[in-house]
């Protein structure tokens, strides 16, 4: 057997155990991320029917959350597990702390109670753990609608767990014909002076273009990375 035989036959053992080791040596993939987010908003606001299609369920039947609602949304880079804080008590028990906190909510919602220490109190449960907020909003509602949503949204970008978190902030039902663009209810919210040196994303949402939805999403896993990076500065 010539000489390039013999290298040529070593050469290819070589590639072949090299690849063979490879193979066999290969460890699992490196776990996605977790992130523990809460989504709030109005009741009504389409919370429930966006994160749904994100986990790529139907939303024939939706109704409104009760209490709370966890869901774990996949990512290529990483999951969010997304508590929803609903703004209804339907459904709730007659009694006990859940059934308070409940209705604190759906009043409060609706503009008739005002924001005590007690209210916060219950809120702290469901923000607890938080590391990102997502804020859905319906841009087709009132003026006194709006209103009660501005109010919110200042509230939870104030609120001492959730003030120092990255918001994504969705606009939702952008596809209806009376809903109100994005450059406005920005002007109209006034994020840039109350939310300066914090970290938001304001972005327009509907459930018929969920393609915009995820690259939003995706956009608030990058703040909670950079967040991670950069524990110190938000």
Known sequence: MSEHIRLSIALCRIGFYTCLRTLCCKGPPTPRPEYDVVCIGLSGAGKTALLSRLCSEGIDGIVPT?????????????????????????????????????????????????????????????????????????????????????????????????????????????????????????????????ARGKRWILEGSTINNMEAVRESFSQLIRLLEEKELRPGRI
């Open 66 to 194: 009760t209490g709370f609602s966890i869901k774990a949304v996949p990512f290529p880079n990483a999951v969010l597990n997304v508590k929803e804080l609903g703004g209804g008590c339907q459904g709730a028990s007659n009694g006990g702390d859940d059934w308070r906190l409940c209705t604190y909510l759906f009043q409060w919602s609706h503009g008739n109670v005002q924001r005590s220490d007690n209210i916060k109190k219950y809120w702290s449960r469901y923000y607890q753990g938080s590391q990102g907020v997502v804020f859905v909003l319906d841009s087709t509602v009132s003026d006194e609608e709006m209103e009660a949503c501005r109010s919110e949204l200042h509230l939870a970008l104030q609120h001492p767990q959730l003030c120092t978190l990255p918001f994504l902030i969705l606009a939702n039902h952008q596809d209806s014909p009376t809903a109100r663009a994005v450059p406005e209810i920005k002007k109209y919210f006034e994020l840039e002076p109350l």
